[in-house]
């Protein structure tokens, strides 16, 4: 009997003990109130914040958010929001502010450490305070080795900095932590790491080291558009042309959207190599093969007018210009082209046609991922610093254009 009256009061003891955990945990004394911590992240001003976050409406967002702080400057998540809402407003002194007081807080778990410098590491970044940020990230991953946020930034962060060989290693670890789950973009971007890797090799004049990363791009994957550019000019360098253009027409047979990068590249390595009437085959192939190339007909014709065939270049531009009326590079060529040779009526006429509501445009591109815009196609983002995310955004004819037929030979 007095041993099961021992245990029940241990029980019962054990019971008062959690309890009152409980409700030290939930409750805090603060100017002779008791202010109950779950309650406030059900204050109006905690919902009123986060409904005027998701309407990515960041003033009164920060105001709700900082009422609601007020209310509970324990709960680490509402002061946490409320920092990444002044970076995200540009106000990083008071980003920094806020999540430095929050290290300071006593108890704060080893996962909660982990995510405050994180934020930190962010505020850092974005302030431009490239070491400190760096030695956030490598801080969150002291703590969280697994952090691949963390890893994520100190990618794009060596990236910046053009470390290209730190930003090697981080992708690696990602792809370990990953286990793979993304494969194909993982090796995309290690090609495109590599053929950077290959460009600085290539300024200093190493074209072995440099042929060996940009062919270990290729390698990782078949699409890197950027690294057999560059491997065939090491190769036209070390003044192997037939390597240099087999790589490139190699390049187009994998990629024919880009096989326009390669026309200048391609038309003067035939011509070194004695065979000029290589460079219009290519361009007949390519018509024949997407009769809506523009590009490859734009090419021709600035091949047909150096070999004074003016009239056929003509022909070729007014055909591409029914494809892509808003090309402003066609309409420069057609200029030129009317300009050469005495104008023909029917000729002018037809341009005059095709042209009377175009608008033009310099080829632009468009990245996917953040909307920025480019005159030209860019590898990496500038902006979000996301590789290969560049499209071409062009605009339709405003009418059909009837089906036309392959330049004359």
């Known amino acids: 009997m007095e041993n099961y009256l021992t245990l029940l009061v241990a029980l019962v003891t054990l019971l008062l003990g959690l309890l009152i955990g409980k409700a030290w945990e939930r409750y805090k004394l603060r100017q002779g109130r008791w202010i109950d911590r779950r309650k406030a992240r059900e204050s109006p001003h905690y919902i009123l914040g986060l409904n005027f976050l998701v309407a990515n409406q960041l003033d009164p967002a920060i105001e709700q958010l900082r009422r609601a702080a007020d209310l509970a400057p324990d709960v680490l998540?509402?002061?946490?929001?409320?920092?990444?809402?002044?970076r995200e407003k540009g106000q990083i002194g008071r980003a920094i502010r806020v999540h430095q007081s929050l290290l300071q807080k006593p108890a704060l778990t080893k996962l909660e450490h982990a995510y405050v410098m994180l934020c930190l590491g962010l505020d850092f970044k974005q302030g431009g305070f490239v070491d400190r940020a760096r030695e956030a990230f490598n801080d969150v991953l002291r703590l969280d080795p697994e952090n691949q946020f963390a890893l994520l930034n100190l990618e794009k962060l060596h990236?910046?900095?053009q470390q290209w060989?730190?930003?090697?290693?981080v992708r690696q670890q990602l792809i370990q932590i990953a286990q793979s789950e993304q494969p194909s973009r993982d090796h995309e971007i290690l090609a495109f790491i590599e053929n950077e890797l290959g460009l600085q090799a290539l300024r200093r004049q190493d074209y072995k080291e440099s042929a060996k990363h940009f062919s270990a791009a290729i390698k990782l994957d078949e699409k890197a558009t950027p690294a057999y550019l560059n491997l065939g000019d090491v190769e036209r360098l070390n003044k192997d042309l037939k390597a240099a253009t087999e790589t490139w027409e190699r390049m187009i047979h994998i990629a024919p959207e880009r096989a326009y990068l390669t026309f200048d590249r391609l038309e003067a390595t035939y011509s070194e190599m004695e065979q000029p009437q290589r460079f219009p085959e290519l361009c007949h192939h390519l018509i024949a093969a997407n009769p809506q190339d523009w590009r490859a007909r734009l090419a021709l014709a600035h091949y047909k007018s150096r070999q004074k065939s003016t009239k056929e270049s003509l022909e070729l531009l007014l055909d591409?210009?029914?494809?892509?009326?808003?090309?402003?590079?066609?309409?420069?060529a057609i200029w030129e082209t009317l300009l050469s040779?005495?104008?023909?009526?029917?000729l002018v006429q037809r341009y005059v046609e095709l042209t009377r509501q175009s608008i033009f445009y310099m080829d632009p591109h468009i990245c996917v991922r953040c909307r920025y815009r480019s005159t030209e196609l860019l590898w990496q983002c500038p902006h979000c610093h996301e590789w290969n995310t560049f499209v071409e955004e062009g605009i339709a004819p405003a009418k059909e254009t009837p089906e036309v037929e392959g330049p004359p030979t």
């Not at 591409?320 to 420069?332: E, G």
Request: net charge negative.
């Open 320 to 332: 591409a210009l029914t494809y892509n009326p808003h090309a402003l590079s066609l309409h420069q």
């Open 165 to 169: 060989d730190l930003a090697y290693q």
């Open 77 to 86: 998540e509402i002061h946490m929001i409320l920092g990444n809402l002044h």
């Open 341 to 346: 040779f005495k104008l023909q009526p029917d």
């Open 159 to 161: 990236e910046e900095q």
